[in-house]
């Protein structure tokens, strides 16, 4: 006779959710993603004071696009159990799954913006106003320079070729110098903050895209992402009227 398995009791069923979470947060690197975005969400919420209504839609994003990702996890770790060989259905559920998690990252996103927008633009345009006073030319001279000063770097470390590899990223310091230029050189309008954000999110973009294609280490891209900022920076201040 089989003795009937016992029900959990509660302590055990917490035990048991908080080893999910951790096993999502270990095998998942989208889940780290996800959490170390919300950590800083949560600490800008502290910083900029924001309402109690405002902190409750940022809760309900957050806890939105975690829920989503563990459940992707599931139903990813389900289909791979179920399915021994290359099942279409299978690749459809996963992709819904993965759908999923993007709706409610993209919905995230939009009430970051919405509740911090005008804080941070209220903060940065200070700073802005200063920096931004410089004729659009100079966006030509500092990627220039910024290309240059790869070049020369590469040349020196002796690893990788101008369009690839070696230290530091060119992409990177492109991509991050057109951020900078964009920055700086934008009117003083309501759409300053958006814009920049946006070119922000486009280098970021292709920094993950050297490190996920293994043409360049982390510490490679982040060296190319700061000389092209900088390189951008000082050619606005040294140059601009």
Known sequence: ??????????????????????????????????????????????????????????LIAIVFVLIAEMINTAVEAAVDVASTSFDPMAKLAKDIGAGAVLIAAINAVAVGYLVFSAQVADESSRLLDKLSEAPAELTLVALVMTIAVVIALKALSGRGTPLRGGWPS????????GWMAVTLVLDDTDHRFLVSSLALVMALLVAQTRIEAGVHTTLEVAAGAALGALVTLVVFQGFSA
């Open 1 to 58: 006779m089989i003795t009937p398995r016992r029900p959990p009791s509660i302590i055990e069923s917490f035990n048991f959710a908080i080893e999910g979470i951790i096993h999502v947060l270990r095998t998942q690197r989208n889940m780290r993603i996800h959490f170390a975005a919300a950590f800083v969400v949560l600490v800008a919420a502290l910083i900029f004071d924001i309402s109690r209504l405002e902190l409750i839609a940022l």
């Open 170 to 177: 060119g992409h990177s310091a492109i991509a991050f110098a």
